[in-house]
């Protein structure tokens, strides 16, 4: 597959995309990730990609033109309704779209092209949500200076998921999110460790109870950390009574 990045700061992703699974899915073929300078698609001596909002206000707005202009060169569609029915998506990072999670970064993962629009200053044009992507993506609820970050963690949650790129040895399938649940907690040597001991069962070698402690780990830890996600979980009557009594005894 492969990522086209809009941006006005191209020089910023190089050292992103050079380290890790990232780094060796580009070595290997899996992905292309390209940065685009915004601005190449900009008409004018300048070459100006902002202009003051209507109506007033502070900071400068991304200008549709040259957007639209840099989708268009890269996807071959002039709007996102040309792109319904094919493997490619125009994502626009920004504050106001639908929160990334597991399952954006799986289907986008299934994807030959993923074009990603990060936004700058007060925003951009609504015009680039409304017609020319096909998604408008936040990756949580907090401001950024800009889309960039984002489109970096982007990149990487989906990266990971693409069939090959975490070789071998590890999967994505145990991991958080994967059953709507965090991870079950991990341990390495010291046995101890300032007093404080690796739970004996993953001592012990016996991978039925080891498989249970994990399941039951995991569920107290997302009640503790993420109590939203237990809503949308499939848990067994023994599994909520547990979690019940844990909550009654915190
Ligand atoms: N740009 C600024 N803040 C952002 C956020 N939280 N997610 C995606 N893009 C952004």
New binding site residues.
């Given amino acids: 597959m492969r990522f086209d990045i809009i941006t006005i700061f191209p020089g910023y992703f190089a050292p992103v995309f050079d380290y890790g699974i990232v780094r060796r899915a580009r070595a290997a073929g899996l992905v292309e990730i390209a940065a685009h300078d915004l601005r190449g698609w900009t008409s004018d001596k300048h070459r100006i990609v902002d202009d003051r909002p209507f109506g007033g206000g502070d900071g400068m707005i991304l200008k549709p033109e040259p957007l639209f202009a840099a989708v268009e060169s890269l996807t071959g569609a002039k709007e996102a309704g040309e792109l319904a029915g094919t493997r490619k998506r125009v994502v626009l990072?920004?504050?106001q779209?639908k929160v990334?999670d597991q399952r954006l970064a799986h289907e986008l993962a299934t994807c030959e092209q993923v074009v990603l629009v990060?936004?700058r200053y007060e925003g951009v044009d609504e015009r680039v949500a409304e017609m020319l992507v096909t998604d408008e993506?936040?990756?949580?609820?907090?401001?950024?200076?800009?889309?960039e970050?984002?489109?970096a963690v982007v990149v990487d949650a989906v990266v990971r998921l693409i069939p090959g790129a975490l070789g071998s040895e590890t999967s994505a399938v145990n991991e958080s999110f994967a059953e709507g649940l965090l991870d079950f907690p991990h341990y390495t040597r010291p046995v101890e460790f300032r007093g404080r001991r690796v739970p004996e069962v993953l001592l012990g070698g016996n991978h039925g109870e080891i498989a249970l402690w994990r399941r039951r780990a995991a569920l107290s830890k997302t009640r503790r950390n993420r109590p939203d996600l237990l809503e949308r979980a499939a848990l067994t009557d023994e599994e909520l009574a547990r979690l019940e009594r844990e909550a009654n005894s915190d």
């Fill in positions: 990072l920004s504050p779209g990334f990060c936004g993506v936040s990756i949580g609820d907090y401001v950024l200076s800009g889309g970050a984002a489109a």
